[in-house]
């Protein structure tokens, strides 16, 4: 089976990852410090704060911002369940922006729309989160612009888009957001195993994040609330957790980091070339707006089975047999039993409906050669009768 995804591990990345198993320290050594440090430079924020996967991330970067019981978060349909899950970690409430139809992304017009009625009833969002779906940025200028003029936070969900750029610039340089998230998940364009990071421009923040990551526990002087009793002592100053990552993990991801830009050229390459294999297609391709350079975690392919008369799952099941890992990103998350249960509609966001209906992912990957390629996008021909 050609997968959807899959990781590519070098014997540069088998010996940093030796390098540390044979070293003093597994845990809170020397390279997670460097792995952030290195992160923070290559895409251009102050700060980074790693932790064990993405979904930390998101939970800490919630707490940082205060989000509380009373509060709201917004965030896509389209997107894995993390990215809402946070807020409920907080015990928040959230709620969903529809999707544009042509990128996918959280649409802004939407989003504006649902903010004037928001501030109607009086009930805006805390926090944001637009998520960078395949890799490919949302309209962060026009987020923001709403940001200041709703005063609300945003947390981007940039799991998807290590590597990827907007307006010429990487996404985590946080210009237009308070924190922006990676994740270092195998399936993702860089990996740690397991693992994940926040990125800002704030030093508060940073503070926070750092304390909440290890238990809300600070051995900094400066920071104490009773008189320093010793080189043993420490103080727990909140409700922390240990959301750490491993200096195993970190020497991964930072020997993967080094490859960041030509997997996103390769991936973008590979992307092209199914543009041009699949048009002429009874086919929707993934749209790219001029401001944004993909990581092309995902190529997403939208079909009409409903017009075309044919089956969706009989013909994911055919590719599937045939050898074609295809998959779906993603089931609208208020679809989700856990999330109707907290009383959405099932066919609460018309745009997500469509997508959800049409969408299949196909295989693109680092590992994925041109004949491979080119076995997938014959079965998706011949399965569609083409
Ligand atoms: C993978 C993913 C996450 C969660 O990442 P983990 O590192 O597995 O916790 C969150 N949001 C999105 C959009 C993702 O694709």
């Known amino acids: 089976m050609i997968p959807y995804g899959k990781q590519d591990i070098t014997l540069d990345d088998i010996n ?37 996967s993405a979904t930390s991330a998101l939970h800490i970067s919630c707490l940082a911002l205060g989000l509380n019981k009373n509060d709201w978060l917004w965030t896509s349909p389209i997107s894995f369940v993390a990215s ?63 940001s200041k003029q709703y005063g609300f936070k945003v947390i981007e969900d940039a799991s998807h888009a290590v590597g990827a750029k907007y307006c010429d610039e990487y996404i985590g340089n946080c210009k237009y957001s308070d924190i922006t998230i990676f994740s270092f998940h195998p399936v993702k364009i860089i990996t740690c195993g397991e693992g994940g990071v926040a990125l800002t421009n704030n030093s508060q923040l940073n503070q926070t994040l750092n304390l909440l990551r290890g238990h809300g526990i600070t051995r900094d002087s400066s920071k104490l609330k009773n008189r320093d009793e010793g080189s043993w002592y420490y103080e727990q100053l909140s409700l922390g957790y240990n959301y750490r990552m491993t200096d195993i993990h970190a020497a991964l991801g930072l020997s993967q980091l080094e490859r960041v830009d030509k997997y996103v050229e390769y991936r973008q390459s590979m992307a092209k070339m199914y543009d041009a294999k699949l048009a002429d297609m009874p086919i929707k391709l993934p749209q790219q707006e ?6 092309y975690h995902l190529y997403p392919i939208l079909i009409d089975f409903k017009s075309l008369n044919i089956d969706k799952q009989e013909y994911f099941n055919n590719l599937r047999n045939s050898g074609v890992g295809v998959n779906l990103h993603y089931i609208p998350i208020y679809k989700q039993p856990y999330y109707k249960s907290l009383g959405f ?34 079965n998706i021909k011949k399965f569609l009768g083409c």
């Open 16 to 52: 940093a990852v030796k390098d540390v198993l044979l070293s003093e320290y597994l845990t809170q050594g020397p390279a997670v410090p460097h792995f952030e440090a290195t992160l923070a430079k290559k895409v251009g924020a102050e700060y980074a704060v790693a932790v064990n």
């Open 84 to 146: 809402s899950n946070c807020a409920l970690y907080c015990g928040a409430k959230v709620d969903f922006v529809d999707i544009n139809d042509s990128t996918y992304n959280l649409c802004p017009i939407a989003l504006e729309k649902k903010l004037k009625e928001a501030a109607a009833k009086g009930c805006l969002p805390k926090v944001v989160v637009p998520v960078h779906l395949c890799g490919q940025s949302c309209e962060m200028k026009s987020i923001y612009r709403l």
């Open 290 to 295: 001029k401001d944004t350079y993909s990581s």
């Open 345 to 378: 509609e099932y066919n609460y966001c018309s745009n997500a409906e469509i997508y959800y209906e049409q969408t299949i992912s196909i295989p693109l990957h680092q590992k994925l050669s041109t004949e491979e390629q080119d076995l997938v996008v014959n």
